[in-house]
């Protein structure tokens, strides 16, 4: 056990100028405890502020704590101190201060175990437990903590139903709040008070649907608060709906117990401003300060954004010197404000300037206050300046958006200056900002404009995929057509079923281009089957659009294969081969041997498409060997199979010619020319 430490005679003796929640948490840290139940640590030394306790202390000494062990290591040896001259016991609220701790440190087991042991686990403390697991984002968790409460109160828990509803509103899970809220009145369990309205109403204010809004507002059983009323008018507000806000705004002025505050005159001043109903605005102010509201920051931030938005700087400035006066402080949002209004105007110039005015008044400058100057360097076409301003950035320490990064490199390409593209794509990490898929895209984008870079684009396009960024539509029908002007088909069609994979639809400019060049290599085949494989495997808008396309490639291609007269193939005695125009004396009632045997030529092997070749030729000999053997008897029929099965099929030729050339690929350069002289006379020419 450890030592109980230095006895203290007079623990707030005035010489130490310490406070008697100073004193008890310096002894804390001395112990240190760092789990919730330390075996080897003696509470003894606490001992002597046992006749100093009350609530009050207790709270502060646990509010003041950084270490959730230390305020539960005193909380647990004030509920039973030895000696207790003063019969001290924890109060409800002392309870909530060691509850609401350990909750904000995430420990939940603790929490629990300690108001079992207590029992103190009151439906009210279990509403703090949701709220938390909410905040965590651990939705489903705050679900289970609602169940048990509704176990412990069978049912009747408003205090954890409000507190369910709040998570799931926060977290947008609209559908499950409403199936609960629906609960809540078909059961009867509890009355839904205000703020379970309100919730509601809130719910559906984030989401745009103020009629279901509306609806939730006319079944209050109860008086609407003014929480409930400002929410109304700020989902109104936002939608646009500004006679309903006012008639909601109006009710609030004749409601008795539900005067308009600073908060409902703020929202709509604020949504007059985004209207661009500044006159409005500047009225609707003047009254609140009749009415004895005074503005805060934010009623003026709403006036000055609203002014700088239209243009009207000065005006704006005058706004924030009044604010001034009316001792309200700027902050970072006023001047961003500001800044913003300059730049609207075209004072780029003025703006940064304006910029280091606030680094003289000493603010902390955020990431949104230097974007909107390196915006508008952007759109002055000054890269430069741009840049500069987010090398500051890095060196203040402020990590530059990727926004403000897309808008240089969007510049730097429009003015032809693509190298210094790459190379501030490539930089962005050290600067402090990752690149996201517009960063990419619009690099890879202008790579592919420019002929013979494909591989630096498949360079970038690694990194891309690498941080995580895939593909889209867009960028795939770019690198699809590419891929065609640069000549390399296959990586083409790769490109465009690995789209199909994802379901997108190359653009109709990009498909043109695939067909055209399948089409001039005698791929036509290979062309109908594309498109008909984007017609199973996606939906397809303006499916017209694309076959006609198709068909307007495939019939040229037609009319220039029209324009060439057909080749046939010729064996003669001597063991040669010739491919030529049809002789004069050939006998037509011939069987005719099959078409379109060449149109794969380009896309296989030598010997593969010579080996199908020779399997079209075999079928051919076979079939005229046949038509003449029809009008032989039985015998000669018997004769001529015999000696077609005694000589060499053309494929078995062919096959054994390619071995015989794999074995020369293995003896060197020079005999892989001997091995291609002799097979001269195998090979077609074209």
Same mark, same amino acid.
């Given at each position: 056990?450890?030592?109980?430490?230095?006895?203290?005679?007079?623990?707030?003796?005035?010489?130490?100028?310490?406070?008697?929640?100073?004193?008890?948490?310096?002894?804390?840290?001395?112990?240190?405890?760092?789990?919730?139940?330390?075996?080897?640590?003696?509470?003894?030394?606490?001992?002597?502020?046992?006749?100093?306790?009350?609530?009050?202390?207790?709270?502060?000494?646990?509010?003041?704590?950084?270490?959730?062990?230390?305020?539960?290591?005193?909380?647990?040896?004030?509920?039973?101190?030895?000696?207790?001259?003063?019969?001290?016991?924890?109060?409800?609220?002392?309870?909530?201060?060691?509850?609401?701790?350990?909750?904000?440190?995430?420990?939940?087991?603790?929490?629990?175990?300690?108001?079992?042991?207590?029992?103190?686990?009151?439906?009210?403390?279990?509403?703090?437990?949701?709220?938390?697991?909410?905040?965590?984002?651990?939705?489903?968790?705050?679900?289970?903590?609602?169940?048990?409460?509704?176990?412990?109160?069978?049912?009747?828990?408003?205090?954890?139903?409000?507190?369910?509803?709040?998570?799931?509103?926060?977290?947008?899970?609209?559908?499950?709040?409403?199936?609960?809220?629906?609960?809540?009145?078909?059961?009867?369990?509890?009355?839904?008070?205000?703020?379970?309205?309100?919730?509601?109403?809130?719910?559906?204010?984030?989401?745009?649907?103020?009629?279901?809004?509306?609806?939730?507002?006319?079944?209050?059983?109860?008086?609407?608060?003014?929480?409930?009323?400002?929410?109304?008018?700020?989902?109104?507000?936002?939608?646009?709906?500004?006679?309903?806000?006012?008639?909601?705004?109006?009710?609030?002025?004749?409601?008795?117990?539900?005067?308009?505050?600073?908060?409902?005159?703020?929202?709509?001043?604020?949504?007059?401003?985004?209207?661009?109903?500044?006159?409005?605005?500047?009225?609707?102010?003047?009254? !609140?300060?009749?009415? *004895? #509201?005074? $503005? @805060?920051?934010?009623? %003026? +931030?709403?006036? =000055?954004?609203? /002014?700088?938005?239209? &243009?009207?700087?000065?005006?704006?400035?005058?706004?924030?010197?009044?604010?001034?006066?009316?001792?309200?402080?700027?902050?970072?949002?006023?001047?961003?404000?500001?800044?913003?209004?300059?730049?609207?105007?075209?004072?780029?110039?003025?703006?940064?300037?304006?910029?280091?005015?606030?680094?003289?008044?000493?603010?902390?400058?955020?990431?949104?206050?230097?974007?909107?100057?390196?915006?508008?360097?952007?759109?002055?076409?000054?890269?430069?300046?741009?840049?500069?301003?987010?090398?500051?950035?890095?060196?203040?320490?402020?990590?530059?958006?990727?926004?403000?990064?897309?808008?240089?490199?969007?510049?730097?390409?429009?003015?032809?200056?693509?190298?210094?593209?790459?190379?501030?794509?490539?930089? !962005?990490?050290?600067? *402090? #900002?990752? $690149? @996201?898929?517009?960063? %990419? +895209?619009?690099? =890879?984008?202008? /790579?592919?404009?420019? &002929?013979?870079?494909?591989?630096?684009?498949?360079?970038?396009?690694?990194?891309?995929?690498?941080?995580?960024?895939?593909?889209?539509?867009?960028?795939?029908?770019?690198?699809?057509?590419?891929?065609?002007?640069?000549?390399?088909?296959?990586?083409?069609?790769?490109?465009?079923?690995?789209?199909?994979?994802?379901?997108?639809?190359?653009?109709?400019?990009?498909?043109?281009?695939?067909?055209?060049?399948?089409?001039?290599?005698?791929?036509?085949?290979?062309?109908?089957?594309?498109?008909?494989?984007?017609?199973?495997?996606?939906?397809?808008?303006?499916?017209?659009?694309?076959?006609?396309?198709?068909?307007?490639?495939?019939?040229?291609?037609?009319?220039?294969?029209?324009?060439?007269?057909?080749?046939?193939?010729?064996?003669?005695?001597?063991?040669?081969?010739?491919?030529?125009?049809?002789?004069?004396?050939? /006998?037509?009632?011939?069987?005719?041997?099959?078409?379109?045997?060449?149109?794969?030529?380009?896309?296989?092997?030598?010997?593969?498409?010579?080996?199908?070749?020779?399997?079209?030729?075999?079928?051919?000999?076979?079939?005229?060997?046949?038509?003449?053997?029809?009008?032989?008897?039985?015998?000669?029929?018997?004769?001529?199979?015999?000696?077609?099965?005694?000589?060499?099929?053309?494929?078995?030729?062919?096959?054994?010619?390619?071995?015989?050339?794999?074995?020369?690929?293995?003896?060197?350069?020079?005999?892989?020319?001997?091995?291609?002289?002799?097979?001269?006379?195998?090979?077609?020419?074209?």
């Amino acid at each position: 056990m450890a030592a109980p430490g230095r006895a203290l005679t007079n623990p707030f003796h005035t010489s130490t100028n310490q406070s008697p929640v100073t004193f008890i948490t310096s002894l804390l840290q001395s112990l240190n405890p760092q789990t919730p139940n330390p075996s080897n640590l003696s509470s003894a030394p606490l001992n002597q502020f046992s006749p100093h306790l009350n609530p009050s202390l207790v709270i502060q000494v646990i509010q003041n704590q950084t270490n959730p062990y230390h305020a539960l290591f005193f909380f647990k040896w004030a509920s039973n101190p030895d000696p207790n001259p003063n019969n001290y016991s924890h109060t409800f609220k002392c309870y909530l201060a060691i509850t609401d701790l350990l909750l904000s440190h995430s420990l939940f087991s603790t929490a629990s175990t300690l108001l079992q042991e207590s029992n103190k686990l009151s439906e009210f403390l279990l509403g703090k437990f949701i709220t938390a697991q909410g905040g965590r984002g651990d939705v489903r968790a705050a679900i289970d903590w609602f169940h048990k409460a509704k176990l412990i109160e069978s049912g009747r828990c408003l205090f954890s139903y409000n507190a369910i509803l709040g998570v799931l509103v926060r977290a947008n899970r609209i559908g499950l709040a409403k199936a609960i809220y629906d609960q809540i009145v078909k059961e009867c369990l509890v009355t839904p008070n205000a703020s379970t309205y309100t919730i509601m109403i809130r719910g559906y204010c984030k989401m745009g649907e103020m009629e279901n809004a509306q609806k939730v507002f006319d079944e209050m059983v109860c008086q609407p608060n003014l929480i409930t009323y400002n929410t109304m008018i700020n989902g109104f507000c936002k939608n646009g709906d500004f006679d309903s806000a006012r008639r909601f705004f109006g009710q609030t002025m004749e409601a008795k117990d539900s005067l308009p505050d600073t908060a409902t005159y703020t929202t709509m001043i604020d949504g007059y401003c985004k209207k661009g109903e500044l006159g409005e605005a500047m009225k609707c102010m003047d009254e !609140m300060v009749k009415q *004895g #509201c005074e $503005p @805060n920051v934010l009623t %003026y +931030n709403a006036l =000055i954004h609203g /002014l700088c938005l239209s &243009g009207n700087v000065n005006e704006a400035k005058r706004m924030m010197t009044r604010m001034r006066l009316n001792g309200v402080k700027d902050d970072i949002a006023t001047h961003s404000s500001i800044l913003k209004g300059l730049c609207i105007v075209g004072k780029a110039d003025e703006a940064v300037e304006h910029l280091k005015e606030m680094v003289r008044l000493g603010m902390k400058l955020d990431v949104k206050a230097y974007g909107i100057v390196v915006n508008e360097y952007c759109k002055m076409k000054e890269p430069d300046a741009a840049i500069s301003l987010l090398m500051e950035m890095r060196m203040r320490g402020l990590k530059p958006s990727a926004s403000s990064f897309n808008a240089v490199l969007s510049v730097l390409v429009e003015n032809g200056d693509l190298e210094r593209a790459i190379n501030l794509l490539k930089q !962005m990490p050290q600067i *402090g #900002c990752f $690149p @996201n898929f517009f960063s %990419y +895209n619009t690099v =890879i984008s202008s /790579l592919c404009n420019v &002929g013979g870079r494909m591989g630096e684009t498949e360079e970038l396009l690694r990194d891309m995929l690498r941080n995580g960024h895939d593909l889209d539509a867009t960028l795939s029908s770019c690198l699809i057509k590419s891929y065609c002007e640069d000549g390399d088909l296959r990586r083409a069609i790769q490109v465009l079923y690995d789209t199909l994979d994802k379901s997108y639809i190359i653009s109709l400019d990009s498909f043109s281009i695939l067909v055209k060049e399948l089409c001039a290599q005698g791929k036509t085949v290979d062309a109908e089957k594309i498109f008909e494989d984007m017609c199973i495997r996606c939906t397809i808008l303006d499916i017209d659009s694309y076959r006609r396309v198709l068909d307007a490639h495939l019939c040229f291609c037609g009319k220039r294969m029209e324009e060439k007269e057909n080749l046939f193939l010729y064996g003669f005695p001597s063991k040669k081969w010739e491919v030529s125009v049809p002789k004069v004396e050939l /006998l037509l009632e011939l069987p005719e041997p099959a078409l379109g045997i060449n149109f794969a030529r380009d896309a296989m092997q030598k010997m593969d498409w010579l080996s199908l070749l020779a399997a079209h030729s075999d079928a051919w000999l076979l079939s005229v060997a046949y038509f003449f053997g029809a009008r032989f008897d039985k015998a000669d029929r018997e004769r001529l199979i015999d000696k077609i099965n005694n000589i060499p099929t053309l494929v078995e030729v062919v096959s054994q010619t390619a071995e015989k050339e794999e074995d020369y690929e293995s003896q060197g350069k020079d005999a892989k020319e001997a091995a291609k002289e002799r097979l001269e006379d195998v090979y077609l020419k074209e």
